[in-house]
């Protein structure tokens, strides 16, 4: 019998068989169930529909509901689905809901949390489920977000599913999948400090292609990899849908034992490697060492270039945001580049997670503890002129009209955030050019697409940001 | 399942993303009160860029202003048709607006899953690509069973690929009613 990859391994562990091979389609056991408040209120009702209205889901602790995407606007039908949201955790008694408290019954535009150390509302689902504890090797996680392939960086299988998909588990614990075969991308040498993992996949998808990977897993394999933080990884599984994946996955190490053991309350999981012999349908490598800092231009994801040749690129907004580009490491690269200095053009950074934001209030530039009168992260970015928003979804998906950074009109915007499809930050009229955040920030200072190699020399410390 | 499926073309290119089906404006309506589904067809294709909106002329809009139905009933797509986002709006706002059936080279897995799995259309895959073959407005006449399609309006016929896996569950409706034809659910 061949060996087996790690994603074969947890489809064959939750679907009760001893081994399962590529195309074969499976019916597996779900660990955790994630929705939000866009999807989350047309899977209620087909729950609802096709449950019963007593039904219960199959089991409470393990559905997380995360509102993220529509919660600072206006608009009423926004409200409306929190409010659905929120019937349906108190009929099913759910633990695991994290309220946007300072959402009220009352029309116009909510008042944002103060402090972010004192809401339940936490932000982007991917960063709120690691945070929270609830992504832990070798389990399935499914979630209605075609992002939820980002807690692959935890070792796990984690992939986005539909309304009727979710509905369904929520009433059975199950789902059926195709076991997908696995493209193996593996990176030698170590990060040098005018990339991040962002550049990494932004090559990864220019090489392959937006349906590169289609019904594929990525998997993310080597010392360079190894030499990146879980923040970090997290932008390289984030973006495995990106070129098509079916999922992402990064090998489970002591990095992401501690992050898990110090997060999760579930003492038992199970750590799945690739055996030596397992079966891969694509390999390429890279050398860090020879990797340039990256975009890729409008529209699409693959559309790639390096930030050097776009230098003539004019722009007109920056933002630094997403589960992509909103963690915190990303806002200790953007604000190392950003210290002392001023933005030429509109900047806005959306911190990920209130977590997120209450470490850019806590941290130094180096990502640890501020003593005396050290510049917090948050600092920095205000004083060097960007304009910040409270955590979650914001423009990264453009939204409502009033929603923080959206883009109305034509504008030109260099972005952390994972799309730059037509019209996916607000207007069609609009173009979006994708890049790390030392990107985005060196060409933030500059107001065209600037090389972060002229900004950097020194790697840039971000301690045990995001870890504790 | 209807064998045949018979209606007129709407023709898109390739990388059709869900945010250019249904755009993430939209998004606050709940599917699940019919009075604001039915916006999913008024507002489905509105993010398709000018040029691109209904192949070869580029301009001609999926659904007239105002109105929760298309004039046409069947899409052809390129490659990755309804890469991105996992809303599964996508799908059911092509359903809204009338559409049975959408034809491409292949999927985006999510868009492809939502439609067989939420059972709100048939998700074909032609075994050459179409989208330079059949003008917006073509009549056509999809032979699922058999497998082809006929451009009634140019008299060419197109092989397309089986169903394979998935056509028990669209033969039943969808997941749900599979799950219940084959014992897993009562
Ligand atoms: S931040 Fe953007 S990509 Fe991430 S979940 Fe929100 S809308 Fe989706």
Known sequence: ?468 | MESVISGKAYVLGDNIDTDQIIPAQYLAFNPAIAEERKYFGMYAMSSVPEGQRGLPAGNIPFVELNQFKSQFQIVIGGKNFGCGSSREHAPLALAEAGITCVIAEFYARIFFRNSVNGGYLVPLESTTRLVEQIRTGDELEVHLLDQYLLNKTTGKRHELRPLGDVLPIIEAGGVFNYAKETGMLK
């Not at chain 1, 070792?155 to 009433?171: K, P, R, S, W």
């Not at chain 1, 500059?446 to 940001?465: C, K, L």
């Open chain 1, 1 to 468: 019998m061949a060996g087996m990859t790690m994603t074969e391994k947890i489809l064959a562990r939750h679907g009760g068989k001893k081994s399962v091979a590529p195309g074969e389609n499976v019916w597996v056991d779900v660990d955790v169930l994630m929705t939000h408040d866009v999807c989350g209120p047309g899977t209620i009702g087909i729950f609802h529909e096709k449950f019963g209205r007593q039904a219960k889901v199959w089991n409470g602790d393990k559905v997380v509901i995360v509102p993220d995407h529509y919660i600072f606007t206006a608009d009423e039908k926004c409200h409306r689905n929190i409010q659905i949201l929120r019937d349906f955790v108190r009929e099913q008694g759910l633990k695991y809901y994290y309220d946007p408290d300072f959402v009220k019954n009352e029309p116009g535009m909510p008042n944002p949390y103060k402090d972010p150390t004192k809401t339940n509302y936490k932000g982007v689902c991917h960063k709120a489920l690691p945070e929270e504890g609830h992504v832990r090797p070798g389990e399935i996680l499914l979630g209605t977000d075609s992002h939820t392939c980002t807690a692959g960086a935890f070792g796990q299988f984690a992939t986005g599913v539909g309304n009727t998909d979710a509905a369904f588990a929520l009433g059975t614990g199950k789902t059926w999948l195709k076991v997908p075969p696995t493209m193996k991308f593996t990176f030698h040498g170590r990060i040098p400090a005018y990339l991040t993992a962002k550049d990494l996949i932004l090559a990864v998808i220019g090489e392959i292609g937006v349906d590169g990977a289609t019904y594929r897993t990525m998997y993310f394999a080597g010392e360079g990899i190894s030499s990146l933080t879980l923040e970090d990884r997290m932008t390289l599984t984030n973006m495995a849908i990106e070129a098509g994946g079916k999922n992402g996955v990064c090998d489970v190490d002591e990095k992401t034992l501690q992050y898990v053991r110090q997060r999760s309350n579930v003492p038992h999981w199970q750590v799945e490697r690739d055996d030596s012999d397992a079966r891969y349908i694509y390999e390429h490598e890279w050398n860090l060492d020879t990797m340039e800092p990256m975009v890729a231009k409008p529209h699409s994801p693959d559309n790639k270039d390096t930030a050097h040749n776009c230098r003539q690129v004019k722009l007109d907004r920056a933002y630094v945001g997403s589960c992509t580009g909103g963690k915190i490491t990303d806002m200790i690269f953007a604000a190392n580049i950003l210290k002392g200095n001023q933005v030429k053009i509109e900047t806005y950074v959306v911190p990920g997670s209130t977590e997120v934001h209450a470490d850019m209030r806590r941290l130094n530039l180096k990502g640890m503890p501020r003593q005396g009168n050290e510049k917090s992260i948050e600092e920095v970015l205000l004083d060097a002129g960007c304009k910040l928003g409270p955590s979650g979804c914001a423009a990264c998906l453009g939204g409502p009209s009033d929603t923080f950074g959206r883009l109305n009109n034509a504008e030109v915007c260099i972005s952390t955030t994972n799309r730059n499809f037509p019209g996916r930050m607000g207007s069609t009229k609009s173009s979006v050019y994708l890049a790390s955040p030392l990107t985005v920030a060196a060409s933030a200072l500059t107001g065209r697409i600037t090389d972060p190699r002229d900004y950097v020399s020194d790697p840039i410390q971000t301690g045990m940001a995001g870890v504790v």
